[in-house]
């Protein structure tokens, strides 16, 4: 069983539209962070949120940490080809270890 | 900014032969983790060290080791390359329970 699903797998759109992916389990968690990887790099941290119903915003980038602190949602505002990548949440469990979800593939067309 | 470097981006290996995969970061980070990407599977942890010489299994440390002599050194080991080792290895460092930093990759490939 996958401790984090991430929905939805892949998302191709064109440059313009907004979209949102979304982070689940059925733990709860003290803290989710959320990374982007691009093709051929490693991933590089966006965010992180720690408390529940919180919200912050990187730009057009949009991230909200559930009231029981068991999902999370990205949103991204007027996607651009940049913004193309996989971007992966991850959760604390009990050591300094993280486990990741899956992730989901964007794929933004000019 | 915290800078992690892998020795490598693309490596080809035969099958038995010893694979060693470096990683350094410069930011006196304590813990230092070694993950394998593929396809469909995510990122999967091989090993994790949370100080030097000291090192924890991760959910597939089977055919790997590592080495952790200096604090801003670990390096991965396989000991006789297999062709199910071929994958994307990232190294990764964090302070605590903070944000991971990642290494760009080594793509492995073994035939």
């Known amino acids: 069983t996958q401790l984090l699903e991430q929905s939805p797998q892949f998302l191709s759109i064109q440059e313009g539209e907004n979209l949102t992916v979304y982070c689940n389990s059925s733990?709860?968690?003290?803290?989710l962070q959320w990374y982007r990887q691009e093709p051929g790099e490693g991933p590089v941290l966006l965010v992180t949120?720690?408390?529940?119903?919180e919200v912050k915003k990187l730009k057009r980038l949009t991230f909200q940490f559930g009231d029981a602190r068991k999902d999370s949602s990205l949103h991204i505002t007027a996607a651009q080809p940049g913004d193309t990548g996989l971007y992966l949440c991850?959760?604390?469990?009990?050591?300094?270890?993280?486990?990741f979800g899956t992730g989901t593939r964007l794929q933004v067309f000019p | 900014d915290v800078k992690v470097t892998q020795s490598s981006r693309y490596l080809v290996k035969r099958t038995g032969e010893k694979v060693f995969l470096e990683c350094v970061q410069d930011?006196?980070?304590?813990?230092m983790f070694w993950y394998r990407q593929d396809p469909g599977l995510g990122l999967r942890l091989i090993y994790f060290?949370?100080?030097?010489?000291?090192?924890e299994k991760g959910d597939i440390p089977e055919g790997y080791s590592v080495s952790r002599e200096k604090k801003e050194r670990f390096s991965l080991i396989l000991e006789s390359a297999s062709t199910n080792q071929t994958s994307m290895y990232l190294c990764?460092?964090?302070?605590?329970?903070?944000?991971?930093?990642f290494g760009p990759g080594t793509r492995l490939t073994v035939l």
């Open positions: 990764a460092s964090s302070l605590g329970q903070g944000a991971q930093y």
């Open positions: 733990s709860v968690f003290s803290s």
């Open positions: 949120v720690v408390t529940g119903g």
């Open positions: 991850a959760v604390g469990h009990n050591t300094d270890k993280l486990i």
């Open positions: 930011m006196d980070h304590e813990n």
């Open positions: 060290s949370y100080d030097v010489k000291m090192k």
